[in-house]
């Protein structure tokens, strides 16, 4: 499909101006009312189409006209002018009803949207139409002591929004490289609330991995712009998504999770992290193995799509449009095969600083802390603490050593500056003796 034939996503965005455009089955509609008004107590119809994120009119009074006639609500007075303002309450059949409704799902909150909805949707936002030119890596790194030979290798992986594999010894910094990679995904996408197939509720957005941007429109507040002239309210704008977990990833975390209290699904990890990025930090401590985790990704590397599989053991084809990057301090050739590597686009080494590197990190954390950059003292360091002690520099000792000598400054009462007594103390209590 060439993009002057593609749909525009405001199109695609715009608010149900019928029930059948909110792409759910009346049936699900009427549940999720009767659920919102029996647990409301007494609402408004406006307050059920701002629960239900779905305008008033030709939606959510047609619902509450289908339960009234099936005598599963009642109106019980108004709150305001027009039938907007008319209470509802449930009736001792709608109560009937609503046991029946809760023992298949408890959902209740916004309409989901329908997966065909949400994939056509993230195919219009993806990640891989981001480019990013070489200005805009030297900005994003430039708080960083970063060599040009990396940046080369990071731009390009960057721009293939598709896998990077970053390894190397601790404490070089490969996670602050992916978090600055991060910054790096501009633009603002829409995320839903939720997601519904067969009936079932899956939750995609959620505060702690998504953060919001002030919507553009509400679709149910009822009282400006012309019917369909708005944005569906069932879609909330956010940043692109930036995913971390570390060891704590399990396979079972990489499906959707099922609450069989509630019996409603979470959105596994990259789901949430669609048209933005996935990092697994700390690959290889997982408490799941490499190797299994790692085949658990072949199938989306190669596919661009994820299958994900309901309590009823149907499997689900979701989009995979995610940057997955791989952090680990580990050989790579440890972890898995060369055949798993490579699926993997981009294998970048994070290695030990220079000593021009170490030493520029040095000026500038001085810098940032207030001591001054002793020549000297600084020699000092290198030569008795890393060249005699046969020890490697890192790209994070610079900062952690500093602070140490703050620390030690303070209690002494004395100014932090890199004397020997200081660097001596410093190196002490930061390194262990083995």
């Known amino acids: 499909m060439n993009a002057s034939d593609r749909p525009d996503l405001k199109t695609l965005l ?69 039938e907007r303002g008319y209470n509802h309450v449930v009736t001792q059949k709608g109560s009937a009803k609503v046991q ?14 329908s997966l065909a909805s949400y994939t056509q949707i993230a195919q219009l936002q993806t990640i891989g139409e981001i480019v990013i030119r070489k200005t805009e890596i030297r900005r994003a790194f430039s708080h960083l002591v970063i060599s040009d030979a990396m940046l080369r290798r990071v731009g ?27 910054t790096l995904l501009s633009g603002n996408i829409y995320i839903p609330f939720a997601v519904e197939v067969d009936g079932q509720v899956i939750q995609v957005f959620d505060h702690l991995n998504h953060t919001p941007i ?46 069989p209290v509630s019996k409603n699904y979470q959105a596994p990890y990259q789901m949430k992290a669609n048209s933005g990025m996935f990092l697994i930090d700390d690959f290889g401590r997982q408490q799941v193995s490499p190797r299994d985790l790692l085949n658990r990704w072949i199938v989306p590397l190669e596919k661009r799509i994820d299958f994900l ?38 294998k970048i080494l994070v290695p030990n600083p220079t000593w021009d590197e170490f030493r520029e990190i040095f000026q500038r954390v001085v810098s940032q802390r207030g001591v001054s950059f002793d020549e000297e003292g600084f020699k000092y360091l290198v030569l008795e603490h890393y060249i005699k ?20 400054a303070k209690y002494s009462e004395v ?20």
């Open 309 to 346: 599989t309901l309590q009823t053991g149907k499997k689900i084809e979701v989009p995979f449009d995610v940057l997955i990057i791989f952090s680990t301090n580990l050989n790579p050739t440890d972890l898995v095969d060369d055949a798993f590597l490579r699926r993997i686009r981009h």
């Open 214 to 259: 002030q919507n553009e429109a509400s679709a149910s507040d009822g009282s400006f712009g012309a019917i369909g002239s708005r944005l569906d309210a069932r879609w909330i704008l956010c940043r692109r998504p930036f995913i971390v977990t570390g060891g704590e990833l399990t396979l079972e975390s990489l499906d959707l999770i099922f609450d």
């Open 100 to 113: 029946e409704v809760l023992a298949r799902s408890q959902y209740i909150g916004p309409a989901p949207i």
């Open 156 to 182: 390009p992986a960057v721009n293939s929004a598709r896998s990077i594999f970053l390894y190397g010894p601790p404490g070089n910094g490969k996670t602050t490289i992916a978090e600055t990679i991060a």
């Open 389 to 408: 002690a046969k020890r490697e520099p890192k790209t994070v000792h610079p900062r952690d050593l500093v602070d140490q000598i703050m620390d030690l």
């Open 415 to 434: 100014e932090p500056r890199l004397t020997k007594e200081l660097v001596d103390g410093a190196v002490e209590a930061y390194f262990v003796k083995l």
């Open 14 to 82: 715009r608010e149900p101006r019928s029930i059948e455009e909110t792409g759910l089955n009346p049936a699900f509609l009427y549940d999720l009312a009767l659920k919102t008004v029996y647990f409301g107590g007494e609402l408004s119809g406006q307050a059920i189409a701002n629960s239900l994120q779905l305008p008033y009119a030709n939606v959510i009074d047609q619902v509450l006209a289908f339960l009234i006639k099936e005598e599963f609500a009642a109106i019980t007075g108004s709150t305001g002018f027009g």
